[in-house]
Nanobody, 123 residues
Framework: QVQLLESGGGLVQAGGSLRLSCTAS????????MGWFRQPPGKDREFVAA????????NYADSVKGRFTISRDNAKNMVYLQMNSLKPEDTAEYYC????????????????WGQGTQVTVSS
């Protein structure tokens, strides 16, 4: 089992940047595929980015491709989401997720979730 804790959210102006971090507990962090999801106000949770166990393969939602970068440091049990050129429509609660199976773009691909960190982008 793994526990996840997100940090790094906040208020930023459009065009700005934020870096979200997710700290994972446990000694088998490298065995999990990792993902970031977000839930805008009044909407369903949606896929943002996913990362393979080694960090060598990534997948992004079309809405963030070219602006966001997911990465991991297995030695530190950390996963990151660098967000650049932020837009007001990026405003959401952002969640880190870990999966034991095949990595993917769906919530069902992930078994463990953090509590979330709020990102607000002002226009």
């Amino acid at each position: 089992q793994v526990q996840l804790l997100e940090s790094g959210g906040g208020l930023v102006q459009a065009g700005g940047s934020l870096r979200l971090s997710c700290t994972a507990s446990g000694r088998t962090f490298s065995s999990y595929v990792m993902g970031w999801f977000r839930q805008p106000p009044g909407k369903d949770r949606e896929f943002v980015a996913a990362l393979s166990r080694s960090g060598g393969s990534t997948n992004y939602a079309d809405s963030v491709k070219g602006r966001f970068t997911i990465s991991r440091d297995n030695a530190k049990n950390m996963v990151y989401l660098q967000m650049n050129s932020l837009k007001p429509e990026d405003t959401a609660e952002y969640y880190c997720a870990a999966g034991t199976g095949i990595w993917g773009r769906f919530t069902r691909n992930y078994d463990y979730w953090g509590q979330g960190t709020q990102v607000t982008v002002s226009s």
